[in-house]
């Protein structure tokens, strides 16, 4: 009786669902059951085609280990250069066996991509060479596998016979094999480096699934250790790592992955291979999907009423409310796509597209404006840097005309040429650092030209920063400055030009340093430039204030400059974002 209560005293919505599941149990235990089934019989033939391609990987990888192995041996057997430095030599001896030895292996490596390097080692005549594969080794790893190296056959009578030995060195995983004679500690080392060795030339040209890789891990792994290789492919997987021998697993994040992984014998890792594993319709043949398609539809015509409201009235007004709320948090791309099948929703539907088309056309037309007024400020802060140099140049000319030294005048002449090429080339791009010094001496040859006792310009350029992107004029500015301001009669002119990267918590910061042994700045000067909105219409120290502006302009809060006096000397200093994302529109100049 109290069923019967409770079970009368419900909605018409609880009452259907009752309904409904009496129906539909039944049928939703059969189709769990024929999914569990065929999901098993599906995972069971992905680890199976898996397991196919990682035998191939791993036949491909212990052949070219092996083929290694024996070009070794052989070279140790009958090689003249290899005999030769196994006993005490002369060192042009040593070093022109040394030497053939290394033009072999490079022969070698050519042949064999997944081989890193080769290497000679004979502390008998105290030389330590080899030749790598790829140059994308930074000198600490090349250093530090030369350690390990040195180690090995000074101290260690038993390496050749350890087989394959793993070691990670500057956080990559390399196999080493040496072959040698023990008495005189003379070894050729092989070196396998297992993210080049993972895809051999033998198979480059039979590409795996789409989503695939195969890694390295080592044999006593434990749970959720790193692979040896390929770590880049698992960042943002969530896969986790096991020491599983035999069968499957499945791990990762949002996307799945089927695993597999084999031991390799005699050389402490294991071989992976992790494919996407896209869910229960990837494996299933045409009468599986049509009968779970089937169960399927059986269920979903029973909701079909609630379907239809569903489609027609709730899903049109949830579309509403969040492309609205998208146009909130300023999406002006933001739209009601799909059409509404009702008459009155299809109306709203395209008004508020317009008005959404019309609000994106006034906020383009309005930055590009905004753009436009910037550009302009942006010329007319460069032709203000530029009038006074010309000026310098025609009265050094004059003078030398004066003096009647035409050859100097022609140097002078060619010299100006250049640098004037420099200086009306497309002034609204920024220019690598590169050319903004080859301006500076084009300018110092002017000097030394046109005058009798020429300044000094002395640079230190970190050679990493030369395709550095600058605003053009930037360190132009400050050497004819420095020229103009910080020549004396005392001694002569010295200009220091410095260019280093700074790298901080907050972000890396290219430094560009001006200075020179001439009089200090004025304390006036350095207030005014550290003023917080300079007013770039002055007559007085255009230049300095000029750069301040545009390096506002470009890159807002990001770059700095700073003038200040460093025992007794003046200094310019700019601090520009190494980072092109702190600039503030895309290449505007």
């Known amino acids: 009786m109290k069923l019967n209560r409770t079970f009368g005293s419900m909605s018409f919505k609880r009452k259907a669902i009752v309904v409904l599941l009496i129906l539909v149990l039944p049928l939703l235990i059969f189709i769990g059951s024929f999914a569990a089934y065929t999901i098993q019989r599906q995972n069971d033939q992905l680890s199976e085609s898996a ?21 070794l041996a052989n070279l140790l057997s009958i090689d003249y250069d290899f005999q030769q430095l196994c006993y005490r030599r002369s060192y042009l001896d040593a070093h022109l066996s040394s030497y053939d030895l290394v033009q072999k292996f490079k022969l070698q490596l050519e042949g064999n991509p997944s081989l890193g390097a080769l290497f000679i080692l004979t502390p008998e005549n105290n030389l330590f060479r080899g030749a790598y594969n790829v140059e994308d080794y930074s000198m600490e790893v090349k250093a530090d596998i030369l350690k390990f190296l040195k180690e090995c056959a000074v101290q260690d009578d038993n390496c050749s016979a350890k087989g394959w030995t793993l070691r990670e060195i500057g956080g990559k995983s390399f196999l080493f094999r040496f072959f040698g004679r023990k008495d005189t500690h003379t070894y050729c080392v092989a070196m396998l480096d297992l993210n080049r060795a993972i895809v051999p030339q033998k198979i480059r040209s039979n590409p795996t699934a789409s989503g695939a890789f195969a890694f390295f891990l080592a044999s006593d792994a434990e749970d959720g250790a790193l692979p040896l290789s390929s770590i880049t492919r698992f960042e943002g997987t969530g ?86 709320e998208k146009l909130g948090d300023g999406d002006l791309y933001a739209k009601m796509e799909a ?74 002449i060619l010299a100006l040429s ?28 002017l000097q030394t ?86 007013q770039i219409y002055r007559s007085q120290h255009v230049g300095i204030i000029n750069i301040r502006y545009r390096l506002q302009l470009l890159y807002g809060e990001a770059a700095a400059l700073s003038l200040y006096n460093s025992a007794g000397s003046p200094c310019a200093e700019l601090f520009l974002p190494q980072n092109e994302s702190n600039i503030k529109e895309e290449d505007p100049l």
């Open 51 to 71: 397991g196919n391609t990682l035998s191939y990987y791993q036949n491909a990888f212990e052949s070219d280990a092996q083929n290694i192995s024996s070009y």
């Open 239 to 324: 896969i986790v790592l096991r020491p599983q021998k035999t069968g499957y697993y499945i791990s990762g994040g949002i996307q799945k992955y089927l695993i597999v992984q084999e031991p390799i014998e005699n050389m402490g890792i294991s071989i992976g291979y992790a494919t996407p594993y896209l869910g229960l319709f990837s494996g299933m043949d045409g009468v599986q999907i049509t009968l779970l398609l089937l169960s399927c539809a059986l269920i979903g015509l029973i909701p079909v009423c609630y379907l239809l409201l569903q489609k027609s009235l709730f899903a049109p007004l949830q579309e509403m409310t969040g492309t609205i």
């Open 339 to 412: 059409p509404f099948s009702i008459q009155e929703f299809e109306s709203v539907r395209i008004s508020f597209n317009n008005m959404v088309e019309r609000i994106r056309q006034l906020k383009i037309s309005s930055y590009e404006k905004e753009l436009e007024a910037k550009h302009a400020k942006l010329q007319y802060l460069q032709l203000q840097i530029r009038p006074h140099f010309y000026l310098n140049c025609l009265k050094n000319l004059y003078a030398l005309a004066e003096a009647r030294k035409y050859g100097s005048i022609q140097s002078a």
């Open 418 to 445: 250049g640098y004037l090429r420099f200086i009306f080339r497309d002034s609204m791009k920024r220019i690598p650092l590169s050319q903004e010094l080859r301006s500076i001496r084009d300018y110092m040859q």
């Open 449 to 534: 030209l046109c005058d009798a006792n020429p300044p000094q310009c002395r640079m230190d350029i970190d050679a990493s920063l030369d395709d550095f992107l600058i605003p053009p004029l930037s360190l132009v500015t400050f050497v004819e400055n420095s020229v103009q301001h910080g020549t004396t009669l005392d001694h002569p002119l010295i200009i220091n030009i410095r260019v280093s990267l700074i790298k901080s918590k907050t972000g890396d910061y290219v430094s560009l340093l001006v200075s020179n042994n001439g009089p200090a700045f004025p304390d006036s000067i350095i207030k005014e430039a550290a003023e917080p909105e300079p």
